[in-house]
């Protein structure tokens, strides 16, 4: 007899979660109608829609191992066939591709369950993103990327023991904005303001903050000081590997995005959430209070359906808010201008990835009030971390398919969230697990064959 665990796909949040990945995927392939558009959008596509879906197999660890090294693969052909538009992708490529060899041969190992084995597995998931740090950084010319000239405008005006958010100031580098545009303001919270400015300071380049974070992401994602399963293992480095190959990488760590900062505070927040769920929401609201788009959290945390919701909410956004709150007891107006209006003021790119490359505009409130739906319609059934951090990206999807701008560090963004929460549903069996989850698992419906 063989136990065949049916595969939920047609609930509320995973129908949702796949109608976003598609639209993402279609709404990419056509404003980027290029092969390494089109392939980008595959990869994240595939990873969107597998990352809920391997919540229903009957081995998450081996279809997790399986589905990771088979998105690594794809990426590494998308890093390859970039190479007529974006080469230095393809020379990247090429120099990762034997690590990413010697990661892949680790995870098949029988011997997984020894931490000298995983660790080693690890110390290669760094040395590869230090590679493309350095490949990124050191030989390739600094990007006319008006972030990169804010990070480096910050930290000189805090060194000189000025106020970034009024003096810090960047050419405005939108092609479509008119010749020698400026602005004046540090468009951050004061967390990436202290990564990025500070690793300006101490490092002379603000980009090593990436680098650092997604060090870290790496490490916590296979965590090889703790005792699991050689399945586990297997799973954690594969998933590992296809965070550290994502194509985007490169560009993300080369113009200064600051999406990775907040990272390693997810994965940390997410590890947590059942175990110490103070300290998860701890790190939950550092996390929210790196970007302003992840206020779209809120409407998220205050239907989420367990019983540390009120606490989860309290303190994730009070802690939020005291993140972001420095930068207003400087100056209140001139934080507000520089964080809140600048932001409400940008005009639609027509060269983003979202529907704006196709000509078309949402007013404000229809993004809010859509992103707002998404997030009630995920959040309500609740349930484990693994599963608020894919509502939490498809939250943010519907905001970059709608918004005024999007473009390939946004939807990195939503790859890495969503290989994170297979790699927390991986984390969460076993010693660690999640009591929803495990209830859920235990209760799905069973048919019998022979």
């Not at 080693?120 to 493309?132: E, F, P, R, S």
Request: proline letters at 6%.
């Amino acid at each position: 007899m063989t136990d065949l665990v049916k595969v939920r796909i047609g609930d509320r949040e995973g129908l949702g979660f796949q109608a976003l990945a598609f639209g993402a995927f279609v709404l990419f392939v056509l404003t980027n109608v290029k092969p390494i558009g089109i392939a980008v959008a595959i990869a994240g596509a595939l990873v969107l829609i597998a990352s809920r879906a391997l919540r229903g197999w009957t081995d998450p660890e081996a279809r997790a191992q399986a589905f990771a090294l088979g998105a690594t693969a794809l990426m590494l052909v998308v890093g390859i066939v970039a190479g007529p538009w974006r080469p230095y992708i393809l020379v990247t490529t090429l120099f990762v591709i034997p690590l990413a060899l010697a990661v892949a041969y680790f995870v098949k190992r029988r011997d997984l369950g020894d931490r000298g084995v995983r660790l080693v597995a690890t110390a290669i998931l760094v040395m590869i993103v230090l590679l493309i740090g350095v490949l990124w950084i050191v030989p390739v010319a600094r990007p006319a990327a008006d972030v990169l000239y804010l990070h480096e405008s910050a930290a000189e005006v805090m060194l000189d023991g000025r106020n970034p958010y009024t003096d810090a100031y960047a050419v405005d580098t939108n092609p479509f904005a008119p010749d020698g545009a400026e602005y004046t303001g540090y468009v951050y919270p004061p967390i990436p303001l202290l990564a990025y400015a500070g690793a300006d300071i101490l490092f002379g380049d603000s980009r090593w903050a990436s680098v650092i974070a997604m060090v870290i992401v790496s490490i916590l994602i296979v965590r090889p000081w703790r005792t699991m399963t050689r399945s586990q293992a297997g799973a954690l480095i594969a998933v590992g590997l296809a965070i550290v190959v994502h194509p985007w990488l490169g560009t993300v760590i080369w113009f200064g995005s600051t999406e990775p900062i907040a990272l390693p505070l997810l994965i940390g927040a997410a590890l947590l959430w059942r175990r110490h769920p103070v300290w998860s929401a701890v790190l939950l609201g550092l996390a929210l209070g790196t970007k302003q788009y992840y206020v779209l959290a809120l409407p998220l945390l205050l239907v989420w359906g367990d019983t540390y919701r009120w606490k989860r909410l309290l303190i994730a956004g009070g802690v939020a808010a005291l993140a972001v709150l420095p930068a207003f007891l400087l100056d209140p107006a001139a934080a507000w201008d520089s964080m809140v209006v600048r932001l409400l003021d940008i005009a639609p790119r027509p060269d983003g990835i979202g529907i704006t490359g196709l000509g078309l505009v949402s007013p404000f409130w229809v993004v809010l009030l859509v992103c707002t739906v998404v997030a009630v319609w995920m959040g309500l059934r609740g349930g484990s971390s693994a599963r608020f951090v894919i509502a939490l990206a498809a939250t943010l999807s519907a905001a970059f398919l709608l918004g005024a701008q999007a473009f390939g560090n946004y939807w990195f963004l939503v790859a890495m969230l969503s290989l994170i929460a297979v790699a927390v549903d991986v984390s969460s069996n076993g010693s660690e697990a999640d009591p929803d989850l495990v209830a859920d698992r235990e209760h799905r419906p069973v048919s019998q064959g022979s």
